[in-house]
């Protein structure tokens, strides 16, 4: 993608988009034109410009649906406070930088430069803005495909009479916009078409039953064998293993004794959540809805993307996170967080490989082969 692409404003996306289907004539039945707005899918907005993003991530994992941080004046805490930055706001992202003191009740000392002021990094999801041409027809003897969101968030519409997901659900009762944010994996499995907007039909192939929704389909990308595509398959499988360091929180992947690919992650807050030992991955998923309603794991996770199941009895996993951006410290409910290009790496180095279709290798399918999790807590 190229970067002036990424700065097209939405009305001049959809003018080139259009130049595509012009010549396209509508099927009965995959219109929209005779739909209530209600029911159609909301345009994506014209999010900054930049190379890079910063999307306030806060109120995905805070238990204030609020999920207001402050912008300060300067990257420190003692610094003025310019004005509080919303739920889901986007801002250019024009460098990360060190706080100029320590603030003790944190870990994270870093700071993102904004065009407003400064805000901690932890508080913002990286993202980037690359609306995509969408497809304005299902491909040929395809019942559906993969998409990853390449922008920094979507609106989804409800396609079902009443929420089913315990996420849906509390997004109705408090009222907020129901969003898919950069770099989540869902299932599409239907296309239609308007004047000015495409829409992708969403949902969750995999997890518990779920919702179903329309969106804008600018906002995702057909996933491709090159997204699934092996790395070093010509290394022995044997000689492959990931290594999960509690107390520093990193993650390393080894072919014998060499470090190939190494990444901080987030593991499990409670003690002993993120159970110690050596595991082999069970299960791997292109995308997959998380939930738990157990003590201390009550959660409702949807397009929870490049997911590789080492210990299938928990269903702990190594997976992508765009919930937080504090990866070093510990935040999950004991599966091992990732940046979204950090699990997907691991997801494609590990055993065994999973193809684009189905998309899920499950444990009974294989027992041998499987690249090993030693769990460690050294110091």
């Known amino acids: 993608m190229s970067s002036s692409k990424q700065h097209l404003s939405r009305r001049d996306f959809l003018k080139l988009a259009g130049l595509g289907m012009g010549a396209m004539a509508l099927r009965p039945g995959n219109s929209l034109l005779n739909l209530p707005a209600t029911t159609r899918a909301k345009a994506l907005p014209d999010f900054p410009q930049g190379d890079l993003l910063g999307r306030n991530c806060t109120a995905d994992t805070s238990l204030q649906w609020g999920g207001t941080v402050p912008i300060m004046s300067g990257p420190d805490v003692g610094s003025k406070k310019v004005r509080d930055a919303h739920r889901d706001e986007v801002f250019s992202w024009l460098r990360e930088l060190s706080g100029t003191s320590i603030d003790y009740n944190i870990s994270n000392q870093r700071w993102v430069e904004t065009p407003e002021g400064y805000i901690r990094s932890n508080t913002l999801q990286p993202c980037k803005n690359q609306p995509n041409t969408p497809m304005t027809a299902m491909p040929e003897g395809q019942s559906g495909f993969w998409a990853e969101v390449t922008v920094p968030y979507v609106d989804l519409t409800l396609d079902n009479p009443a929420p089913i997901s315990g996420w849906m659900r ?30 992708y039909h969403v949902n969750e192939r995999y997890g518990n039953p779920g919702d179903l929704f329309w ?36 993650l390393s992947c080894l072919e014998g004794d060499r470090e190939v690919y190494f990444c901080r992650v987030s593991t499990g807050i409670q003690e002993g959540s993120t159970i110690l030992g050596e595991h082999a991955i069970g299960r791997k998923l292109i995308s997959v809805r998380m939930s738990a309603n157990t003590t201390g794991a009550s959660y409702d996770l949807p397009g929870i993307s490049w997911t590789s199941i080492f210990d299938y009895a928990t269903g702990l996993a190594i997976h992508a996170a765009t919930s937080h951006n504090v990866f070093g410290t510990q935040r999950s409910h004991g599966c091992v967080n990732c940046r979204p290009e950090d699990a997907k790496w691991v997801f494609r180095w590990s055993q065994p490989t999973v193809p684009l279709e189905p998309g899920d290798v499950s444990w009974e399918d294989w027992i041998q082969g499987s690249t090993h999790v030693h769990v460690v807590n050294t110091l």
Do not use: C
């Open 170 to 199: 509390d997004h109705v009762a408090y009222n907020l916009a129901a969003r898919l944010y950069y770099s989540q994996v869902m299932w599409i499995d239907n296309i239609r078409t308007s004047s000015d907007i495409v829409e």
């Open 215 to 250: 969106a804008d389909g600018a906002a995702f990308r057909p996933l491709t064998t090159d997204d699934v595509s092996p790395i070093n398959p010509e290394v022995d499988a044997a000689t492959k293993k990931v290594v999960v360091n509690l107390n520093y929180q990193t």
